[in-house]
């Protein structure tokens, strides 16, 4: 089975990690009004030579990461390994939001510069408030 991904213009095969996905995209479109143009399927990118991709990327207006959001399939419990790994991109990307998810637990966290921390938010911000 294949889903249309909006984001890459083709259809991709429908995993279990790509549904989540889809419903995200979705979700972040229509009820945060996040722009589709604004959104990345697998971004690629280099990080200590290294090659990885984010499951989903949002940019802000100058197209510089602002939200990354990383996809896991229902059965893969949100750990310290997924966090860890969320880290790890966000040492390359930088991005003032992170979003995890599973389709069934989901955690967001903004960044707080006068903390210097992340600190968990209850809700997405719509886009415009993100920038």
């Known amino acids: 089975m294949e889903i249309f991904d909006p ?18 995209i ?8 996040v722009p589709l143009p604004l959104m990345s399927s ?4 280099t990080f ?3 090659q990885y991709r984010a499951d989903l990327l949002v940019f802000d207006r100058s197209l510089q ?13 949100i750990n310290q390994m997924v966090v860890d790994q969320v880290i790890r991109y966000n040492l390359s990307l930088k991005v003032k939001y992170i979003l995890i998810t599973n389709g069934k637990s989901s ?7 006068d903390t ?6 209850d809700k997405i911000p ?3 408030q993100m920038l």
């Open 107 to 113: 955690y967001l966290c903004a960044w707080n510069p």
């Open 7 to 24: 984001l890459r213009k083709k259809y991709v095969r429908l995993t279990p990690e790509e549904e989540v996905r889809q419903n995200v």
């Open 126 to 128: 719509k886009y415009e």
């Open 65 to 77: 990461p602002l939200m990354l959001v990383e996809c896991k399939a229902p059965d893969v419990p």
């Open 48 to 50: 200590n030579g290294m």
């Open 116 to 121: 210097e921390q992340y600190q968990f938010l």
């Open 26 to 33: 979705g979700w972040l479109a229509q009820e945060w009004e």
């Open 42 to 45: 697998e971004w690629a990118f």
